[in-house]
């Protein structure tokens, strides 16, 4: 079956930095647009990161500059790589094919806390 198996969350402080992997087995990933999602409590699943059809890169402006969106197709693995995180970051992170995003349905995301 699908799998997708999201890691590398963790705490931070403020200005820190993690990288967020995403690994994927069971369907074909190198012809999978994907993307990264987050879920803080009490606030609904938001796109972050996505790859775009044409092999564009979009994300949230609350993240540009800041974030970087990666792939390795011969490792079945996307990255997310953060910098100068923020506690606005702090959210559960979760990698799902864009034309089904969603947070949770697929894998069982990574924490991310940032403290101020």
């Known amino acids: 079956g699908v799998h997708l198996v999201e890691s590398g969350g963790g705490s931070v402080q403020a200005g820190g930095s993690l990288r967020l992997s995403c690994t994927a087995s069971g369907f074909n990933f190198d012809d999978s647009v994907m993307g990264w999602y987050r879920q803080a409590p009490g606030n609904e699943c938001e796109l972050v990161s996505a790859?775009?059809?044409?092999?564009?890169?979009i994300y949230a402006d609350s993240v540009k500059g800041r974030f970087t969106i990666s792939r390795d197709n011969a490792k079945n693995t996307m990255y997310l790589p953060m910098n100068s995180l923020k506690p606005d970051d702090t959210a559960g992170y979760y990698c799902?094919?864009?034309?089904?995003?969603?947070?949770?349905?697929w894998g069982q995301g990574t924490q991310v806390t940032v403290s101020s």
């Open positions: 799902a094919p864009v034309v089904s995003w969603s947070c949770g349905s």
């Open positions: 790859f775009t059809s044409d092999g564009r890169t």
